[in-house]
């Protein structure tokens, strides 16, 4: 229980706008410098609202509940009011030598195990960016153009249906296919969130590094963050969590095209290139995690937080009550998860297909674990993977 006579005292700059325009609108309140917020509806967010305009440091939070009843005939818990202030970080720390405390609800699925290595001021890249994005349009009807131009190609049977095929062998078995991996896969995310910077750059919102990170102390990532992203219109924002893997589809394009024109070790390059970025840009529209698809099927269907009900949607539609939201939500699921898994499923097949031929051959298993050497090493890494996020999310949860 907190004491009453504790005189909370609110950031500057909390902001409060229209998120979703619904016949009850979803508000966002939020602070762009520490870039986290709050969604709430009319009632709730007048009273957040409230609540912060009296935590001026001079009122206890027994004056503020006085305030709200003979004020406003409100009768609140500002014991819950302050936790939810506080863990949000609009409410300043008591520890003078500290600004604010450092929001627990501003981890998500990513974040939370994810290490920070070093981070990459964009002020160098700015001219560059701002050039482009002064000139989006332009740039995203070229590639619109060149994609089509490909595509057409490709149906006029332009390149053979042997060009066309992939050989799994060769990336399941050539160490090479590691190397050219965190290469091409370092490069794609990097162009993936340098996308995301020159779209934000277009309607006001500047972001200032990359930062560079270790997902479970493991994988190569890089990330950006979009700061006040929730305070401009959905479409907007929209725009900006798709041009991401936008670039990833066009670059497995560019990638396929270059692989039709190579042999060798060269081919293997833009074969692995095809296929990370294939799977980055089918990745991050799946609305499982806290990916782009997931904000932009949050903002589509205007409703916050929508992956914490992703279970109730299902039981919903199991137990007769269809509602939009859920038939959508499952909709798109359903494409993503399906696209990813058709994708595993070929290469599965692949891989099966190729180890009984290799048994027909006289090897055993060793042999072929020692041909396919990445299949291992992949597998070691996921298993690695799977240990490292459980002890990372026992640790987290204690903070």
Known sequence: MISLLLYPKAIEDIKCTVLFKKTNNIYCIGNIQIDNYIFAKEKQKDSIMLFLDYSNGNNSLEDIEKFFLEVHHLIIDVNEMYDLCKKNGF??????????????????????????????SLDKLEPFISFISKRLKSVVILILVTTVFF????????????????????????????IFYMIISTLSIF???????????????????????????ITPMIYVRLKGVYFIEPIKRILIWSSGAFMNFFLSLIFFVLMNFSYGNIRLFFL????????????SLMPLVSSDGYYILSTLLKVPNLRKDSFSHISKILKGQVRKESIAYIIYCFIFVGAISLILIIGLHDVITLIIEEIRNGMN?????????????FSLIGIFSKVIMFFMKKKKEKI
């Not at 190609?153 to 050989?167: A, D, K, P």
């Not at 277009?202 to 930062?211: A, D, E, F, S």
């Not at 692995?272 to 990745?283: D, F, R």
């Open 91 to 120: 409410i300043q720390s008591e520890d003078l030598n500290e600004t604010f405390i450092k929001p627990k609800s501003g981890f998500n699925d990513l974040e939370l195990f994810m290490v920070d290595i070093f981070s990459l």
């Open 151 to 178: 595509l057409f190609l490709l149906l006029q049977n332009i390149y053979s249906y042997q060009s066309l095929e992939i050989n799994w062998s060769s990336i399941l078995s050539n160490p090479l296919a590691i």
């Open 191 to 217: 162009i993936h969130e340098l996308a995301h910077v020159i779209v934000s750059y277009r309607y006001g919102i500047k972001p200032k590094v990359l930062t560079f990170a270790l997902y479970a102390y």
């Open 272 to 283: 692995t290139g095809v296929t990370v970025n294939v799977i980055l840009g089918l990745s």
């Open 365 to 377: 298993f060793l042999q072929i674990a020692l041909r396919y050497i990445n299949v291992l090493i």
